[in-house]
């Protein structure tokens, strides 16, 4: 992995180099860097990061609850799925970018709307998970429990969870990443805060160098959500690795 980011680094410093490309349309990499050092001493960019961090991890708390609560019904009422599946689809019709305007003016330009555009966003790939997951669980393992007369609780914490949980994590790292999206549309449409508003300042002062800052910033912050996502995952399926 560092050896690949070496080499990014040191092809994009040719490319400059060979292009005599100005810095308002590709900056080095050390004028990047540069520009993060600042950034990051005058409090800007943690203050930004911080808003966006709360935004994604509040969305995305919420888009996952949501989303796994109606998916656990649809697993359960082929009706239910039926007369929602219309609407649920036709919602993922609608490009987030284009509802977006609409949810900060109808909501304002606060951290509500930016988690729920950011909710949205995480909401249908983590219902998809968690219908197929629960949908997966062995009819012979549900006729098991029954003749145990096991509660329902009982089915659900000891057979359908652990048994959907390698897929409902799946779609927990696609909502990982997609929350970061979710939250920084919500930013550029609209807002006095966020890497998605500093990105903008950037793009508005022609300073490309803070734009690549905002960039790669949430490049990181969406690798962390993966990662920590991915650790969760084999904290709780040890004993399907074993």
Not at 128 to 153: C, K
Not at 184 to 212: C, P
Not at 215 to 223: N, Y
Request: hydrophobic fraction near 60%; aromatic fraction near 8%.
């Amino acid at each position: 992995m560092v050896i690949t980011i070496a080499l990014f680094l040191l092809l994009w410093e040719l490319l400059v180099l060979l292009l005599q490309l100005p810095a308002f349309i590709l900056p080095a990499p050390i004028q990047v860097a540069e520009r993060f050092v600042r950034a990051l001493s005058d409090g800007s960019l943690l203050e930004h990061g911080a808003a966006t961090l709360l935004e994604v991890v509040s969305g995305l708390s919420c888009g996952v609850l949501f989303a796994s609560l109606l998916g656990y019904l649809l697993a359960k009422s082929r009706f239910l799925e039926n007369v929602l599946q219309p609407f649920l689809v036709a919602s993922q019709a609608v490009p987030t970018i284009a509802i977006a305007p609409l949810l900060v003016i109808w909501f304002g330009s606060g951290i509500f709307s930016k988690v729920l555009i950011c909710a949205l966003t995480v909401f249908f790939p983590v219902l998809v998970n968690t219908v197929v997951g629960l949908r997966a669980v062995p009819e012979n393992l549900r006729d098991l429990m029954r003749s145990m007369r096991a509660t329902p609780w009982q089915t659900f914490s000891q057979l359908e969870l652990p048994a959907a949980l390698p897929i409902l994590l799946g779609g927990l790292r696609i909502g990982a990443t997609l929350s970061v999206i979710g939250a920084v549309v919500g930013e550029l449409v609209g807002s006095d805060r966020g890497l998605g508003f500093l990105i903008n300042v950037g793009r508005g002062q022609y300073d490309t160098a803070l734009v690549f800052v905002g960039v790669l910033t949430l490049v990181c912050l969406a690798v962390l959500l993966y990662s920590l996502v991915v650790w969760l995952e084999k904290r709780l399926l040890r004993w399907k690795l074993d």
